[in-house]
């Protein structure tokens, strides 16, 4: 019932910019945020929202990156600008939900974002 969809990854130079989209169905009011990955290393956080606006950011995203939602439209938002190589993994997208008593989440299938020197 629960589907993230993220769009918006590619290719880009060191500096550029670009926006990533998350599409949620099933799902309404949840917390929800931006993480990445790459082969070796634990899933991190990059970014959270809660569903009134109230942000979160990783120290290494600070000042560079945006989360943003689109709760009428049921959409997340992740413009980065200034990207560096070290950005480079996948990112995906996370809904966090509690019902009775008990949490939920719930993971995109990911979007590649490389970031070229």
């Known amino acids: 019932q629960v589907q993230l969809v993220e769009s918006g990854g590619g290719l880009v130079q060191a500096g550029g910019s670009l926006r990533l989209s998350c599409a949620a169905s099933?799902?309404?009011?949840?917390?929800m945020g931006w993480y990445r990955q790459n082969p070796g290393k634990q899933r991190e956080v990059v970014a959270t929202?809660?569903?009134?606006?109230?942000?979160n950011y990783a120290d290494f995203v600070k000042g560079r990156f945006t989360i943003s939602r689109d709760n009428a439209n049921n959409r997340l938002y992740l413009q980065m600008n200034s990207l560096k190589p070290e950005d480079t993994a996948v990112y995906y997208c996370?809904?966090?939900?509690?019902?009775?008593?008990?949490?939920?989440?719930?993971w995109g299938q990911g979007t590649q974002v490389t970031v070229s020197s």
């Open positions: 929202i809660t569903s009134g606006g109230n942000t």
């Open positions: 099933g799902i309404r009011n949840a917390v």
């Open positions: 996370n809904a966090q939900v509690t019902y009775l008593a008990t949490r939920y989440n719930y």
